[in-house]
């Protein structure tokens, strides 16, 4: 691997995961990942521009952030590009009325969503309400359409929280596609325009900025296919086996964000 000068050269903006590399979530609000609360406030003391980009879909972007300022982040909710809002988006422009395959906490993100006499699904990290009858219900809205559409707030395989790795939206997402012989679009990481949308809005563009996340295919490997640099930390979903991966390779690894940022601050201005 070259020197980190030569890798980290030219940065002028960083895009953030949030779980796994700024806190590990959990029932009673998570806990912040060692040195990630510091680092998260020297990026944003510093020339770099600064933005979250999340795949949460179990809570509103206005919870997501009052959980995190509770744990002591310097963060708001203008700050953050977060898959409901963008579907939000989709949706309006489509003229797509969803059945809502959602976690509880994030339904309010759709209050303004007509979701009479659906002609799609939306599926997010519905947690407990992953159910048979709930998954079936979305399955026969779909194969009710004559040109069925699913959307899915990323297509994360797991993700951890303080007690293990939980699994994500995307293998219902995956039996949803199989059983209905159709292909979701992902709102969220890895979609290229998700990226793109988190950079529009510090103005920053690919070459010039970088991603550092725990999910070598979804963080990673999404943005080195939009022209983005990545750094996986070893923090969150990491497994060792990602340092190895037969497809996706990070432009580096750190053991966690305290430890990127450093680096950061020491060469992206050459």
């Known amino acids: ?53 999340t795949n949460e879909s179990q809570k509103s972007r206005g919870k997501l952030v009052g959980r995190l300022r509770q744990l002591g982040f310097d963060i708001c909710e203008e700050e953050v590009t977060a898959p409901a809002p963008a579907a939000c988006q989709i949706l309006k422009e489509q003229g797509l009325r969803p059945h809502l395959l959602i976690h509880d906490e994030v339904r309010s993100e759709f209050d303004q969503i007509d979701t009479s006499n659906p002609n799609c699904v939306v599926i997010g990290d519905a947690g407990e309400a992953f159910s048979y009858q709930n998954m079936n219900k979305a399955f026969q809205v779909l194969m009710e359409l004559e040109k069925p559409v699913l959307i899915s707030l990323g297509r994360g395989r797991y993700y951890k929280e303080t007690s293990g790795l939980m699994l994500d939206v995307g293998g219902y ?90 680096l950061l601050l020491r060469h992206a201005d050459q």
């Open 173 to 262: 997402m995956k039996a949803l596609e199989y059983a209905c012989g159709i292909k979701a679009e992902v709102v969220g990481k890895p979609s290229p325009e998700f990226f793109k949308s988190a950079l529009r809005a510090i103005g920053v563009e690919a070459p010039q900025a970088i991603m550092i996340g725990d999910d070598i295919v979804g963080d990673v490997g999404g943005a080195q296919r939009c022209g983005m640099r990545a750094l996986q930390v070893r923090t969150g979903k990491f497994r060792p086996g990602d340092e190895h991966h037969p497809e996706v390779k990070a432009d580096g690894y750190v053991d966690n964000l305290a430890e990127a940022v450093d």
């Open 1 to 53: 691997m070259a020197e980190w000068g030569e890798r980290l050269a030219g940065v002028r903006g960083v895009l953030l995961d949030i779980s796994g590399v700024l806190y590990d979530g959990d029932a009673g609000g998570g806990t912040p990942i060692s040195g990630s609360v510091e680092a998260v406030a020297r990026l944003k003391r510093s020339h770099l521009k600064v933005r979250f980009c």
